[in-house]
């Protein structure tokens, strides 16, 4: 049996991820970067709470809410970009040149993947990944 959006087959909970939200000190400022990085858009803008367009490659929405704290430690919860073979060093430069920040590298360390681990103008961390053929 099959279900369409917004349904559920029988004792399956009928949820689906909307959104990943961030909080953060400065919407606007930190939904440009990802807007840039994610080459998409600014799809509604209420100061307070910024939402992207989801990417044209597919995925959910980013959201990015003001709070009042700071972030502290390290997120838990981080997102896992991936780049065709033989693209994961240009995308990184592109990011870094973009505002990010690189915290490390995983080459040749678990078999498949390579990744580089960045983090955002907020300092909030993220990967980028290539799976190896």
């Known amino acids: 049996m099959t279900s369409t959006p917004g349904e559920s087959a029988p004792g399956r909970p009928a949820l ?3 959104a990943v939200t ?3 000190a ?3 400022a930190l939904s440009a970067f ?3 990085a994610l080459g998409t858009d ?3 803008d209420h100061g307070d709470f910024v939402f992207l367009t989801p990417p044209a490659a597919g ?3 980013l959201g990015f ?3 009042p704290e700071e972030r502290a430690g390290k997120n838990r919860l ?3 970009l991936a780049t065709p073979p033989g693209t994961r060093t240009a995308e990184v430069a592109r990011l870094v040149g973009l505002g990010a920040t690189q915290v490390h590298e995983m080459v040749g360390e678990v078999p498949g993947i390579d990744w580089t681990t960045l983090a955002d103008p907020e300092g909030n961390q993220f990967c980028v990944g290539e799976h190896q053929g």
């Open 16 to 18: 689906g991820i909307g």
């Open 26 to 28: 400065d919407p606007g």
């Open 59 to 61: 995925g959910v929405s």
């Open 34 to 36: 990802w807007a840039a």
């Open 42 to 44: 600014v799809a509604v």
């Open 65 to 67: 809410q003001r709070v």
């Open 22 to 24: 961030v909080d953060c």
């Open 78 to 80: 981080h997102l896992d």
